[in-house]
């Protein structure tokens, strides 16, 4: 009982550490753009933004799905865990 506790707490910090990364991603990607922006001249007319992927799924939603799958296919998520999340991801 032990052994499927420490690889739930293996598999729960992976997923957070997943979601973290994800998050600093994200966030430095943001910081650029506004640094970008601050440095950019006025004249320039903005530009919309891009549209989300086909099914309205986020680049930063894609890469968590592909976080997941890769998870999953280590064998750290069980089918189970990975439909739990991919179903929070999506719905």
Do not use: I, Y
Request: proline share 8%.
């Amino acid at each position: 009982m032990g052994r499927d506790r420490r690889q739930r707490r293996r598999r729960v910090a992976a997923l957070g550490g997943a979601a973290l990364a994800a998050k600093k991603h994200h966030d430095a990607n943001e910081a650029q753009q506004q640094a970008q922006m601050s440095a950019a001249q006025p004249a320039a007319p903005a530009q919309p933004a891009p549209s989300p992927a086909p099914g309205g799924l986020t680049p930063e939603v894609v890469d968590e799905l592909k976080q997941l799958g890769e998870l999953h296919d280590q064998n750290v998520l069980t089918d189970e865990e990975f439909a739990a999340e991919k179903a929070k991801l999506l719905g």
